[in-house]
């Protein structure tokens, strides 16, 4: 069964840099959850989609903006890059509307700003 | 979101021995969902609860949510290496995030 594909696995950026995580839903979920985990952390809440419009948000700081796309992929997109931004970055998809419903992650995006 | 508070921090037990983590939250939860996050891997859900008092079954794992919505917990029996990872206890509220517990990290010494 297909799952949720994020790209790129690993990701290393000097700090001041952009960066830019995409993320591929599960074909037919129409709710999409970006996350970020540092080490030995619980994943943090960062924003949500709905049907490709932004739904919820939670601790994304302004640096970050993130969108999700005609063909319900999205992206992540980082600016001014800091070194406490290095983490897990984890996308996750659900259906019937997210509420209540079971997360699917995707694999990660780790990110490592130098 | 919901505030949810997880309890140990970290568990080591030996192959065999049960293991137990606790989540309480200080509001009522419409629901509560359980993953497990395997060193280096990703969170994979394991259940959700959504009836005052249900207590649910997966082999060796028993979850129960409290009468009053606002705890749960999950149970493992006769730990195996296998059980090693860290569980979380999410809640979603009726906002598209989930909020996850601080986790228990679980390692079982062979």
Known sequence: AAGVIQSP???????????TLKCYPIPRHDTVYWYQQGPGQDPQFLISFYEKMQSDKGS???RF?????SDYHSELNMSSLELGDSALYFC??????????EAFFGQGTRLTVV | G??????????HVQEGEDFTTYCNSSTTLSNIQWYKQRPGGHPVFLIQLVKSGEVKKQK??????GEAKKNSSLHITATQTTDVGTYFCAASGSARQLTFGSGTQLTVLP
């Open chain 1, 65 to 69: 903006s993130a969108q999700q796309f």
């Open chain 2, 2 to 11: 919901q505030q949810v508070m997880q309890i140990p921090q970290y568990q």
């Open chain 1, 9 to 19: 696995r690993h990701l290393i950026k000097e700090k001041r840099e952009t960066a």
């Open chain 1, 60 to 62: 994304i700081p302004d």
């Open chain 1, 92 to 101: 996750a998809s659900s259906q019937r509307g997210g509420r209540g419903t």
């Open chain 2, 60 to 65: 060796r794992l028993t979850f129960q949510f």
